[in-house]
């Protein structure tokens, strides 16, 4: 099991990037770092790159629609070429409210781009002509635009001919498709007991469809990391974000992560959440977040109780560790947490 960190994407990046480079020597394997509508990932990315020597950086995640399919190829190919084949590529289709709220995009078919979207971008990191007739079409034909549109492939040679991509989904069809097409998956606010019975069947069907080119899918997933007999209370840290997500991220109805908190049973829960967080009580939707939720998804106790969650997120299939660690023993916990999944 690899240990990783995804990035406080509100943070300073020159911050960030000490840090990493703090953690990167107490032997943390990779980075992640997202661009909800904050600065881009990329960028720091691109920074990490030149800090850092040996961890693997990711970004987690760049959006579907807002980068044409040719941008993501020469922005895979870039940072791997920069990072000396560290790069890892993480997409997802985010939200309505982000895409077409900051990007103004339409949010349509977010299935169907994915799939043709990975198609290109392992195409054009093989360095193939792009050719394409679907939702994206390359090149763009006459009628669409000026007929002087020409097939090209990528100008420069990549590190590699294959930039592993994760994809960050949540519903049964999305991760049937991830299990089915991606290098990684990134679930969100994971809960390693319920994870089978949530989306164990989604799972199945994707890997059913698997090509044997791809190795085994990798799953990245984990919370807070703090070690000792009286820290508890510091998973109080994590209901703004689980807050946030399942009642902010979204309208009524439409909220991904409100659908997953049912999923795991906190149906009653998540309603309360939701209501609150939209009417502006949002220290009271805080209040409402299940701490079992809490729990079970972050790695906060006693050192023996933190290795019983690092094993039960290896039970889930977890075989990327994310840990948020803070303050002056961060390197030594992430040490810690290095050991112990190692085992």
């Known amino acids: 099991m690899k240990v990783s960190l995804p990035l406080n994407y509100a943070g300073n990046p020159v911050e960030a990037a000490d840090l990493v480079v703090e953690l990167e020597a107490a032997g943390l394997d990779r980075v992640w ?4 509508y904050g600065f881009d990932a990329v960028s720091l990315m691109g920074f990490l790159a030149a800090r850092t020597s040996r961890i693997e950086i990711g970004s987690g995640i760049l959006n579907i629609y807002s980068r044409t399919p040719g941008a993501l190829v020469q922005t895979a190919a870039g940072l791997d070429s920069v990072s000396n084949g560290r790069a890892i590529l993480g997409l997802g289709a985010s939200g309505p409210q ?11 078919r977010p299935l169907a781009r994915t799939r043709e979207l990975v ?67 990134l679930p969100f606010l994971f809960h ?38 009286d820290v508890k209370h510091l998973l109080d840290r994590m209901r703004p974000l689980y807050a946030l997500y399942v009642g902010g991220m979204g309208a009524r109805g439409k909220n991904f992560y409100n659908d997953l908190a049912v999923q ?47 094993e039960a997120f290896r039970a889930a299939g977890v075989t990327d560790l994310q840990v948020v660690v803070e303050g002056p023993h961060a390197a030594a916990m992430v040490s810690q947490v290095k050991e112990w999944a190692g085992e």
């Open 98 to 108: 982000v895409i077409e709220g900051f990007h103004g995009v339409p949010y349509d």
């Open 33 to 36: 770092i997202a661009e909800p």
């Open 264 to 310: 795991y049973g906190f149906e009653a829960e998540a309603k309360k959440i939701q209501d609150l967080y939209l009417d502006g009580r949002v220290r009271d939707a805080e209040a409402e977040v299940p701490l079992e939720w809490l729990e079970a998804g972050n790695l906060v106790g006693p050192a023996s109780y933190v290795r019983e969650r690092i």
């Open 192 to 229: 390693p007991e319920r994870s089978r019975e949530v989306w164990g069947d989604a799972l199945a069907r994707g890997t059913a469809k698997r090509s044997p080119d791809l190795a085994p899918l990798e799953i990245g997933a984990g919370g807070l990391v703090a070690i000792g007999d």
């Open 119 to 185: 198609e290109i971008l392992r195409a054009g990191l093989r360095r193939e002509t792009l050719r394409h007739d679907g939702i994206y079409t390359l090149p763009l034909p006459a009628d669409r635009g000026t007929g002087l549109g020409k097939a090209l492939k990528l100008l420069n040679r990549p590190v590699r001919p294959a930039v592993p991509i994760w994809l960050a989904s949540l519903t049964p069809a999305s991760v049937a498709q991830t299990a089915e097409i991606a290098d990684g998956w």
